[in-house]
Nanobody, 128 residues
């Protein structure tokens, strides 16, 4: 069974950090580009970051540039999203998604919902 599982979410104070993980089972994550998305209550899902299968191409939403870093460890079949200097507006359910078609993280790849596989999401709450 092909599956993506996110973990690492939780409650953190403003200015704090979290590292989200996206682990794959049933397929080799290294063959796939990975996107991180988030959805806050009452808002549309938005692309946060993406990374190509090789890791050589990354992209970030303007709202998280300089604070979030995406990386991958293909040996562990896992992609990470390091989130620093968290703000209350970062509160959302965070999802990872995988697709084999994307070799470069253009703004289209960052923003499109056209990914083959999606995880179930992990809640991130930034609050004092």
């Amino acid at each position: 069974q092909l599956q993506l599982v996110e973990s690492g979410g939780g409650l953190v104070q403003p200015g704090g950090s979290l590292r989200l993980s996206c682990a794959a089972s049933g397929f080799t994550l290294g063959d796939y580009a990975i996107g991180w998305f988030r959805q806050a209550p009452g808002k549309e899902r938005e692309g946060v970051s993406c990374i190509s299968s090789s890791g050589g191409s990354t992209n970030y939403a303007d709202s998280v540039k300089g604070r979030f870093t995406i990386s991958r460890d293909n040996a562990k079949n896992t992609v990470y999203l390091q989130m620093n200097s968290l703000k209350p507006e970062d509160t959302a359910v965070y999802y990872c998604a995988a697709d084999r078609r994307y070799y470069y993280c253009s703004n289209y790849v960052l923003q499109t919902y056209e990914y083959d596989y999606w995880g179930q999401g992990t809640q991130v709450t930034v609050s004092s």
